[in-house]
């Protein structure tokens, strides 16, 4: 048994056949253009939805943690839009696409559940956008920290908030630096 803190997603999402995959920090577990074969589940870990722009940037477009469906958007898609790149060392439950949409059709507590569960990426989508519509990156810090119960990350993720915050890494240390001044 996983274990793990129970959801009405995963409830349902262990009914159905599925296998665990571990994946090594920085591994890829999806790239982008590749065909949607599964729905992931995170178990533990971190992993980021990056996406890639022509000038070179790159966007954290989700961060996926522990009781999160990875690329939820994509299981409506043939192909990925993004990168699944693990941040840290993780594990996933892996479903394969098809039996997941077979199950949505009949299911109306899977269906419910995943309903709830995209009600909850929308407000987080929002909040996201409306922290990369502040003009400042000490505003943009202030929104991420507030939303994420006043922590920073430890300082390995520094680089990583930089992305998710659509700032150079540079400017998020100096940011930082005249906080501890």
């Not at 693990?86 to 594990?91: C, E, N, Q, T």
């Not at 920073?152 to 940011?175: F, H, M, Q």
């Amino acid at each position: 048994m996983i274990a793990i803190m129970s959801t009405p997603l995963l409830d349902r999402l262990l009914t159905m056949p599925s296998h665990e995959q571990v994946i090594d920090k920085n591994q890829y577990l999806f790239h982008q253009s590749n065909n949607v074969s599964f729905v992931y589940y995170v178990l533990d870990g971190e992993i980021h939805l990056i996406r890639h722009h022509r000038d070179g940037t790159q966007l954290v477009m989700q961060r996926a943690t522990a009781n999160s469906v990875l690329a939820e958007a994509s299981v409506f898609s043939d192909n990925y839009h993004c990168d699944g790149v693990a941040i840290r060392h993780s594990r996933v439950l892996k479903l394969d696409r098809k039996v997941f949409l077979r199950a949505f059709s009949d299911d109306f507590e899977l269906t419910g559940a995943w309903s709830q569960h995209l009600a909850n990426e929308v407000r987080n989508a929002r909040q996201r956008a409306e922290i990369l519509s502040l003009k400042t990156v000490k505003n943009r810090l202030d929104a991420w920290t507030t939303a994420n119960g006043g922590e920073l990350p430890p300082k390995g993720g520094w680089k990583t908030l930089a992305t998710e915050l659509a700032v150079s890494a540079e400017a998020l240390y100096r940011e930082l630096s005249r906080r501890r001044g």
